[in-house]
């Protein structure tokens, strides 16, 4: 069983950055971020996986979101610049145990889950 503990959201205004961290209690093939806005599905955000650091994203956040790891620390980061009111979610880390082709885009594919983090961003 793997334990994700989320860190890092909270208020910030349009055009402004925020950095989450998710820390995992054991070792993972891949992490990911996904995100809930009210009256909204969650959704993929990003994902990157442990031994080569491939990443993907979600469209939305190309070129914005940037996720990276850190093996020594079983930590994930998701850094968020510029960023826009539609950003505005709960933030879910997780992770996946064992191997699949890539960095897992569904959710199914994770067989662990974080709290949630609120990111609340004002326009």
């Known amino acids: 069983q793997v334990q994700l503990v989320e860190s890092g959201g909270g208020l910030v205004q349009a055009g402004g950055s925020l950095r989450l961290s998710c820390a995992a209690s054991?070792?993972?093939?891949?992490m990911g971020w996904f995100r809930q806005a009210p009256g909204k599905e969650r959704a993929f955000v990003a994902a990157?996986?442990?031994?080569?650091?491939?990443?993907d994203y979600a469209n939305s956040v190309k070129g914005r979101f940037t996720i990276s790891r850190d093996n020594a620390k079983s930590t994930v980061y998701l850094q968020m610049n510029s960023l826009k009111s539609e950003d505005t979610a709960v933030y879910y880390c997780?992770?996946?145990?064992?191997?699949?082709?890539?960095?897992?885009?569904?959710?199914?594919?994770?067989?662990?889950w974080g709290q949630g983090t609120q990111v609340t961003v004002s326009s």
């Open positions: 990157i996986v442990r031994s080569d650091g491939r990443a």
């Open positions: 997780a992770a996946r145990g064992s191997g699949v082709f890539g960095a897992p885009q569904a959710q199914q594919l994770y067989d662990y």
């Open positions: 054991g070792r993972t093939y891949a």
